[in-house]
């Protein structure tokens, strides 16, 4: 294999032969700062999941270095995600198991799962297939699972139980159990809620004030919720609050990840296929937002099909080191960014940050109260929320607005997978019914130019016995009929039309149906005595047509500009300007 495309399929061969000391010194220092953040969001992430904290331990070591040997995004950071950790959750409920080594083998088979769908769409330049989740139902879906996340989080806020996947039981739930509040947890998560509040606005220009440099500062700042936690085990440790009902994290087992084995058994495969599907679907569009976005701050590139293989093998590796599903995550990723990291080699380094507090610090997480880590959540997935995106969309798009409404009420009162899913049909459904009635317009000449605009919106010259319409969607199987329709109603409320012109400027394909449309058509003006004609067929399209019989069965001709056409069927034109003109595009 070449090196070129050894490149291809292992970045680090490209951004290692100019890494040097530099370099490595802001890959560090960017790591040092993502780990203080990364420890206590990993495992607040796996007690969302419904999985023991250490496995959040887990999925944010080796995924990490299977990224930056596999992954294109300089900046790119990931790990365990609120949005991948609910979905998570949904998929292994499912399942309806109650021992913890079984849930615990759940979550790392659909990693792998994950991982290996992934990576084969990768291997096939499948990335397109993400496109079928517009960017408005990706947001209401963010939105309403930001809120059943933020939801699902006041139990632990509270210190009390409430089951339930769908906002309404989630509600009912915490309704029902309120009167059991603790109200020395509670005393414990409202307070370090307000204080991660604070720490994301107010702490670092209280920093700035008291004198320390913008980089300090920052880095300050980033470690709010590393001195929550602190500061709530400590007291919690101190004051006995466990014994007062405080629920905590626990034993965390020390030392590495242990090497893991998916499960193969055909049930739990088929029950995790689907759920594993939307998840790397989710997770990938969610990722590579995010990558582009910063590649694009730095005039960097990121090759999509690439950053499949590349989160695939970062889920194959955490399902091989005990973890769950993982993704690029916004929130470490920007700070990653801002941090200063330079290459991948900054998220390895982040690996044995996480790696040694798996080997040092995991005991001195037993009394921390998992109302902080909850607080943690909330504040976390709060940003991720904004239901703004239904008034732009009411005002832009109704049928957006539809498909986005739609993915909210849908995740919140019936699941999140429900409702991306319905998102998904619906926002290809909408496509197609916008696209099975192409907008198409009677255009005329502009008076003084050789542009053409619709006859309704602009004062423009038209000719007597000629009906030009411009076509302004691709044709395909969807739309054909309605456009066969509309022509011949068109025509029949004209009289002594002589010519018929489609205009194809916006005409990016012509399927096999939409040929036989045109040939019906062809025939049934022909009947009539009305030449049909074609201009600005684009060189693709024209293409097509050529292998097949329409264009020696054409009663007109194809004009490589509408102003030619208008030239040659004045009635005032001379003989020789109705000679066929094929556009050769």
Not at 352 to 373: D, H, Q, W
Not at 375 to 402: C, E, P
Not at 542 to 547: A, E, F, S, T
Request: aromatic letters at 8%; one cysteine or more.
């Amino acid at each position: 294999m070449r090196l070129p495309r050894l490149t291809r399929y292992l970045p680090i061969l490209d951004w290692a032969r100019s890494y040097d000391r530099d370099t490595a010194t802001s890959d560090l220092v960017a790591a040092v700062i993502v780990t203080i953040m990364l420890i206590p969001q990993s495992l607040a992430y796996a007690l969302l999941a419904g999985l023991p904290a250490e496995m959040g331990l887990y999925a944010s070591i080796l995924p990490l270095v299977a990224y930056a040997i596999f992954g294109t995004s300089r900046a790119l950071a990931v790990g365990p995600v609120a949005v991948v950790s609910l979905m998570t959750a949904a998929a292994i409920g499912q399942l309806g198991l109650s021992d913890p080594a079984q849930i615990a083998l759940a979550a790392v088979t659909l990693a792998f799962i994950s991982g290996v769908f992934l990576v084969a769409i990768g291997v096939l330049r499948l990335g397109f297939l993400a496109n079928f989740l517009s960017h408005p139902v990706i947001a209401g879906f963010i939105t309403a699972s930001g809120v059943l996340i933020a939801a699902s989080q006041l139990k632990h806020i509270f210190g009390i139980s409430a089951e339930g996947h769908t906002l309404v039981d989630l509600v009912g739930a915490l309704i029902a159990h309120l009167p059991e509040t603790n109200f020395i947890t509670l005393a414990i998560g409202a307070a370090a809620t307000g204080f991660l509040f604070w720490v994301r606005k107010g702490l670092k220009p209280l920093l700035r004030k008291m004198g320390l440099g913008p980089r300090m500062a920052d880095i300050l700042a980033k470690a709010g919720p590393v001195a929550a936690v602190a500061v709530t085990t400590l007291l919690t440790w101190g004051l006995g609050l466990n014994e007062m009902g405080v629920k905590v994290v626990g034993e965390v087992p020390m030392g590495l990840p242990p090497f893991s084995v998916p499960s193969f058994d055909l049930s739990m495969w088929k029950t995790l296929l689907m759920p594993a599907v939307l998840i790397s679907i989710i997770g990938f569009v969610e990722s590579v937002s995010v990558a582009q976005t910063l590649a694009a701050k730095r005039r960097q590139r990121i090759d999509p099909d690439q950053e499949l293989i590349g989160l695939g093998a970062s889920n194959i590796g955490s399902a091989l080191s005990g973890g769950f599903p993982v993704t690029g995550g916004f929130s470490r990723s920007v700070v990653n960014f801002d941090a200063g990291a330079e290459t991948p080699a900054a998220g390895a380094y982040t690996a044995v940050g996480i790696g040694l507090a798996t080997l040092v610090l995991t005991p001195l997480l037993f009394f921390l109260p998992r109302a902080t880590l909850a607080a943690t959540i909330i504040v976390a997935v709060l940003s991720l929320v904004d239901f703004s995106i239904l008034k732009k969309t009411w005002t832009y798009s109704k049928v957006d607005f539809t498909a986005v409404s739609a993915t909210i009420v849908l995740t919140l009162l019936v699941g999140v997978e429900v409702g991306v899913s319905a998102g998904v049909l619906l926002s290809i459904l909408l496509h197609l019914y916008k696209t099975s009635k192409p907008h198409v317009a009677e255009v005329g000449l502009v008076p003084g130019t050789h542009h053409f605009r619709n006859v309704l919106r602009h004062d423009v010259e038209t000719l007597p016995g000629v009906l030009t319409l411009r076509v302004d969607e691709s044709l395909y199987f969807v739309n054909a009929r309605f456009l066969e329709e509309y022509v011949l109603t068109r025509v029949a409320e004209c009289r002594n039309l002589r010519h018929v012109v489609l205009m194809f400027p916006a005409v990016n394909e012509v399927d096999m149906s939409a040929l036989e449309t045109l040939e019906e058509i062809n025939r049934r003006l022909s009947e009539q005595g009305i030449i049909l004609h074609l201009t600005e067929v684009k060189g693709p399209v024209m293409d097509r047509l050529k292998r097949s019989h329409f264009l020696h069965e054409l009663s007109g001709q194809v004009f490589l500009s509408q102003y030619e056409a208008w030239c040659a069927l004045k009635p005032d034109a001379p003989d020789g300007a109705e000679q066929e003109s094929l556009a050769a595009q």
